[in-house]
């Protein structure tokens, strides 16, 4: 039942900014962690960034610091992936995750994954 819908990926420069979106649903949004993964292509799945339930507390991947921000908005159910300074080798299928709790946010710790969305970053 839980639900996690991503959206906001595209084709961009290097260089160039996104912002993805991720609207979740199927479970009580404001009580469990969240995050973003990515894969791109042969590639395995990876670890971008994760939020505890409140905001509070974020965790980002070395290859995403100081260039993403993760954030979330409880009363729309709605997790953000602001990406800046894109470089190609973020080319990816970008997944929004669930938590399996509250506070929990290093990279094992994502039970559910949404479908993706898929951002292309040329050189």
């Known amino acids: 039942q839980v639900q996690v819908v991503e959206s906001g990926g595209g084709l961009v420069q290097a260089g160039g900014s996104l912002r993805l979106s991720c609207a979740a649903s199927g479970f009580t949004f404001g009580s469990y962690a969240m995050g973003w993964f990515r894969q791109a292509p042969g590639k395995e799945r990876e670890f971008a960034a994760g939020?505890?339930?409140?905001?509070?507390?974020?965790h980002y991947a070395d290859s995403a610091k100081g260039r993403f921000t993760i954030s979330r908005d409880n009363a729309k159910n709605m997790v953000y992936l602001q990406m800046n300074s894109l470089k190609p080798e973020d080319t990816a299928v970008y997944y929004c995750a669930r938590a399996r709790d509250s506070y929990h946010i290093q990279p094992y710790d994502y039970t559910h994954w949404g479908q993706g969305t898929q951002v292309t970053v040329s050189s």
């Open positions: 939020i505890s339930w409140r905001g509070g507390m974020t």
